[in-house]
């Protein structure tokens, strides 16, 4: 049956304008495209680049993310030619994520998280590129960052790569001992997502004075977050971490955003397990609580920032 198959749609080919080159490419498109959505899940675009509460297109931007520094403002990531990325090639589009750079050549300030995400794998980029390209265009404006004194003198960025931005390829490293060599493979794919893709650091790490992540306290909480909010620790420290978590505890909670307690996840965690987390494979869920429970443990007790 397959080969007979094959035989009627060789046949038909010429009758539909396509040749068979043609439809494999066509294929391999939508290929990539399926991919670069997941991708895009993994990534959390949505939120920053959606003005969910003020009713705007999707990744028209628009969204206010406020910050010790001053609001940004998500831009317009749409196809769109004249306030989207329409304009931009493929290589523009690495660049900006690799580098963090504009098709211009302007530095983009940090807040877009080009330092994690300049470790990304180059098919996660072109298969994300090919599906951004198929979405619908917004013709909306992008509005200006408001920022305070000086973090809005944008040559300062320069300064600020200089000292603390150093792109390059993803290298997962060696996996404690006790992750075992069966676990090596979800470890890598966990390391992945949370210290690239998924950016985690970027809202779960502390920053210093000038906005850089203290590495000393990788994923130790933040209590100067994003939106004012205090972001938790998620080191496996058992007294102000989640080491009393299981593997299924964490994987549940980024699928439904239930803690074993059974609170429920809110604000911006909220969004994310809605957006990202909770469109992640089961496989990349467990891959992320085993990279989690790996890491050292560190005490640190987030409070609410006062004010």
Known sequence: MLRRGLILAALFLPLSGATAQEVRQEAADEAAIRRGEY??????????????????????GG?????????????????????GIGGWTLADFTRALREGVSPAGDPYYPAFPYTSFSRMEEEDIADLWAWLQSVEPADTENVGHELDFPYGWRWLTGVWRALYFSPGDFEAGEPPAAVGEEGREPWER????VRV??????????????????????????????????????????????????LAD?????????????????????????????????????AIAVFLMSLPAVERRIARPPG
């Open 39 to 60: 991708v895009f899940n993994a990534g959390g675009c949505y939120g920053c680049h959606t003005d969910v509460k003020g009713k705007g297109a999707p990744l028209a």
């Open 63 to 83: 969204r206010r993310l406020k910050t010790p520094f001053g609001d940004f403002i998500g831009p317009n990531i749409t196809p769109d030619p004249d306030h």
């Open 190 to 193: 966990g390391a992945y997502l």
């Open 250 to 286: 964490i994987e549940g909670y980024l699928e439904i955003g239930m803690d074993p307690d059974g609170d429920f996840a809110g604000g911006a965690m909220a969004e994310v397990i809605d957006h990202t987390t909770g469109k992640l494979t089961p496989a990349d869920r467990r």
């Open 197 to 246: 893709l998924g950016h985690c650091s970027e809202c779960h790490t502390p920053r210093g004075g000038l906005g850089a992540m203290n590495d000393d306290l990788f994923l130790a909480g933040n209590a100067a977050g994003a939106e004012g909010e205090p972001v938790p620790n998620i080191t496996p420290d058992r007294a102000t971490g989640i080491g009393g978590w299981s």
